[in-house]
């Protein structure tokens, strides 16, 4: 499959443990976003990463929420002590080298859907 | 303002109908605006997109209209069926060096037979 990889689909975490959400990107992108959805809401920009790099991480939470796309292996979004508020889908996209002026398209993966009891 | 606005919020359309949704933004720097689809318990994806130099865009039954001075944009999906039922998403992109993109809240269209 050459998509974007998104694992866990689905998690499960008590208030206060930590969550951690893996992507890999489709081959040949160096680009990962993440986003995260609220039911009947919009995707929201979480952070923007390249290899080793964090490009934007404007919308990312100050506290509990960190990112990282090491040289090897998947992207990762981590949150530690979870709470109810946390509950969401969290979708991450990967894209070519380059602008949005060039094409635009962010590729998603089927996204991560954390809920927190 | 880096915000995109989506209306409606959600759609009921007849088979063989037009489903029309759109959006606006404030931001003047935004120079590229794709629509992505999203069917449940999938991840969004590209349907079409448009540049600010063209003023319509028009791909099978989708077609994206856009006016610059008004800073608005719409999909009309022509002859909707019932497999466009879907969560759509309208979005603007930075002219930055990479692709940030600012969605919509999305709008949840339902055709119905």
């Known amino acids: 499959n050459a998509g974007v990889m998104q694992n866990p689909r689905h998690l499960v975490r008590r208030r206060g443990q930590e969550a951690r959400l893996r992507c890999s990107p489709m081959?040949?992108?160096?680009?990962v976003y993440w986003y995260r959805q609220l039911p009947e809401e919009g995707l929201k920009f979480m952070v923007y990463?390249?290899?080793?790099?964090?490009?934007?991480e404007s919308g990312m939470p100050k506290e509990r929420f960190s990112a990282e796309f090491p040289k090897e292996g998947p992207s990762i979004l981590r949150i530690q002590q979870v709470v109810r508020g946390d509950s969401a889908a969290y979708f991450c996209?990967?894209?070519?080298?380059?602008?949005?002026?060039?094409?635009?398209?962010?590729?998603f993966g089927e996204g991560s859907r954390l809920t927190v009891l | 303002q880096q915000q995109v606005k989506q209306s409606p919020q959600s759609l009921i359309v007849q088979k063989g109908g037009i489903s029309i949704i759109n959006c606006a933004y404030e931001n003047t720097a935004f120079d590229y605006f794709p629509w992505y689809q999203q069917f449940p318990g999938k991840g969004p994806a590209l349907l079409i997109a448009?540049?600010?130099?063209?003023s319509e865009k028009k791909e099978g039954r989708f077609t994206i209209s856009f006016n610059k001075s008004a800073k608005q944009f719409s999909l009309h999906i022509m002859d909707s069926q019932p497999g466009d039922s879907a969560t759509y998403f309208c979005a603007a992109s930075i002219r930055t060096s990479y692709d940030k993109v600012i969605f919509g809240p999305g709008t949840s269209l339902s055709v119905i037979p």
């Open positions: 990463l390249q290899k080793e790099n964090i490009i934007d």
């Open positions: 448009i540049r600010p130099d063209v």
């Open positions: 996209a990967s894209s070519l080298a380059g602008s949005a002026a060039n094409t635009g398209e962010l590729f």
């Open positions: 081959k040949g992108h160096s680009h």
